[in-house]
Every structure is written in structure tokens, then in C-alpha cells.
């Protein structure tokens, strides 16, 4: 079995993979596509594109249906799967990506 130790490596390691090590925004970010993908012309989707929004309102969207703020059907329960870290660091991803 391989095991590997992130967090004793941060002196060798970039940042990024001691990032990577903690959260994988990317891999959060997949399943949020799953649903949220690019709005295409025409489409009926009723669920809403993240495309024109800014890391930040979507952090917080994240978090208000994480602490029941925002009323919604799906995102709490799905919010209420991650820490706070990690609704962040999707949400960065998603905007940067
Ligand atoms: C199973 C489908 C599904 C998945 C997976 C999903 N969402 Fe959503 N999302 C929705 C729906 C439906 C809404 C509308 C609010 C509601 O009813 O929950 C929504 C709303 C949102 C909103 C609010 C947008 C706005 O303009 O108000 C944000 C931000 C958001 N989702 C982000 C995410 C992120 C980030 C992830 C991944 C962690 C994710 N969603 C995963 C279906 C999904």
C-alpha cells in the first residue's frame, strides 16, 4: 500500500500541492458541473449558471445554504456536505476555472 504523508512535506513541496493536499477543489468543482454545467443558448435548465458570478457571491451563496439563509431545494443539502474551507476553495476554483 503507498501512503504518503502530505503534511510532512511542505518544505519540498509547492504550495499547490500542499493545497491540493488539504482540499481538491478540483475534484468538488467536478461534481458541481455535473449540474451547474455552461448555460448553452436556449437551454430550459432550471438550474442557474454560475458563469456570471464572482468568486465571492458564490462563496456566500454556498454558505447561506450551508446555515439555512437562503431557501432552496437541492444546494443545502448538498452545502451542508462540506466544510466552510472547501465551499471557499470551490468557489474559487470555479471562478478561476
Ligand atoms: C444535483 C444538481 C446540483 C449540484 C450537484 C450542484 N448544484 Fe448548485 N444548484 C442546483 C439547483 C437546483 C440550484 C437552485 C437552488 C436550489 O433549488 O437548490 C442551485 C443553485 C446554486 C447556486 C446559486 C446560484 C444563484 O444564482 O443563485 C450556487 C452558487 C451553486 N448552486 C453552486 C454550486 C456549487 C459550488 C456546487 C458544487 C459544490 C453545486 N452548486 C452543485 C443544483 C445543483
Do not use: W
Not at 468543482?29 to 455535473?34: I, L, P
Not at 456570471?52 to 454558505?63: K, M
Amino acid at each position: 500500500m503507498k501512503r504518503i504523508c502530505y503534511a510532512a512535506a511542505p518544505v519540498a513541496g509547492s504550495l499547490n500541492s500542499i493545497a491540493h493536499a488539504e482540499i481538491d477543489a478540483r475534484a468538488i468543482a467536478f461534481n458541481c458541473r455535473n449540474c451547474h454545467a455552461e448555460s448553452q443558448p436556449g437551454s430550459e435548465s432550471s438550474i442557474p449558471s454560475l458563469e456570471n458570478l464572482s468568486a465571492q457571491q458564490i462563496r456566500q451563496a454556498l454558505l447561506d445554504f450551508k446555515y439555512d439563509k437562503k431557501p432552496a431545494t437541492l444546494m443545502p443539502r448538498l452545502a451542508k456536505g462540506y466544510s466552510d474551507a472547501e465551499l471557499a476553495a470551490v468557489a474559487e476554483y470555479l471562478n478561476r476555472n
